[in-house]
């Protein structure tokens, strides 16, 4: 007997998802109406936000690089962030050269060979939804891709910081976009000195006498929970070259489309479908009451055994500090 010889191939696109939901409350696939997709589609968004209450996501463990700005203390977290995890202040040293600037690119060339690390990047013209390339090149007339970004919300006067994996080596540097932009800021960034920040809770922060002190690095920060989560940095920075590199737990991404696909590992999909049939069994018209309790049963019980997965294999540390309490 031969196997597929095949790995995570197969996808459970949402409107699968949905339609083992319904038939697993004990309804035929048929029978959705716009308004019960609609219904689903939004439990099943519900479920995701929820996920972050039961503990950490670790697939929406992400690293995020916020820009500083000259005498600027706070700062939004990026959409969707949840939790901040760590916190490190980014020091670049910038390689600099000379700039063309046309239509659709501008490019850097560098006095040699110069090992780029982190690129910045500014626009005082691009439209929101934009395709942003980075290339390199050693000859200025071959250049090669090294980060494509595709945004819907560009903002001109708003720097974004990219990380290169892998680093590369090249004299000649390029933005370049699909429709005309005028790049204000290409910061090439040769190396990066990352120093921790450590975090201040609420009293710590309000009993500070002079919360306007510019310095550099910022040493500290306090973290607010607010609608949009803001990070304020103590000293305040006195440059604007400068970033802070953030891991944050951030939200699972939106239910989309029908044709796409949730962002779930594969192993969580079965629980997924569990827990949106639980649900459509409050939201639905006509279940069965002895399915419904099969239902609630089968989602908890799968539920726990996909959590029960949800671990990075990191091996626990533990410090112990015992000193005299005076």
């Given at each position: ?273 569990w827990q949106l049939a639980s649900k459509l069994c409050f939201e639905l018209e006509d279940v069965d009451p002895n399915r419904m309790q099969m239902v609630l049963d089968q989602a908890d019980k799968n539920l726990l055994m996909a959590e029960g997965n949800e671990s990075d294999g990191a091996t626990i540390m533990l410090s112990p500090n015992i000193s005299v309490y005076t």
């Amino acid at each position: 007997m031969t196997t597929s010889g095949t790995v995570a191939t197969t996808v459970i696109d949402t409107a699968k998802v949905i339609e083992h939901a319904v038939r697993r409350i004990g309804k035929p696939a048929s029978s959705q109406t716009p308004e019960g997709i609609d219904i689903a589609k939004e439990c099943t968004y519900l479920f995701l936000l929820g996920l972050a209450n039961r503990g950490f996501n670790l697939w929406c463990v992400e690293r995020s690089y916020i820009a500083l700005t000259a005498n600027t203390a706070t700062y939004a977290t990026p959409a969707g962030t949840i939790d901040v995890l760590n916190v490190v202040y980014s020091q670049p040293t910038q390689a600099t050269g000379t700039d063309t600037v046309a239509a659709l690119s501008t490019i850097t060339a560098l006095a040699a060979a110069t090992t780029i690390v982190r690129v910045g990047l500014a626009f005082s013209v691009i439209t929101a939804s934009e395709t942003v390339v980075i290339s390199s090149s050693d000859d200025n007339v071959t250049y090669t891709a090294r980060s494509t970004q595709t945004k819907t919300d560009w903002a001109t006067g708003t720097k974004y910081w990219f990380q290169l994996d892998p680093t590369v080596s090249a004299q000649y540097w390029k933005v370049s976009t699909t429709a005309a932009s005028t790049a204000s800021t290409f910061y090439l960034a040769s190396a990066i000195y990352d120093l921790p920040v450590t975090i201040w809770n609420r009293d710590t922060f309000m009993a500070l006498n002079d919360k306007t002190k510019l310095g550099r690095p910022s040493t500290n920060y306090f973290f607010e929970k607010t609608l949009t989560p803001q990070i304020t940095l103590w000293p305040v920075p006195n440059n604007s070259n400068d970033q802070i590199t953030i891991m944050r737990h951030r939200q699972v991404q939106d239910v989309g489309t029908l044709v796409q696909t949730l962002e779930l590992p594969a192993r969580w999909f079965d629980a997924m479908i569990w827990q949106l049939a639980s649900k459509l069994c409050f939201e639905l018209e006509d279940v069965d009451p002895n399915r419904m309790q099969m239902v609630l049963d089968q989602a908890d019980k799968n539920l726990l055994m996909a959590e029960g997965n949800e671990s990075d294999g990191a091996t626990i540390m533990l410090s112990p500090n015992i000193s005299v309490y005076t």
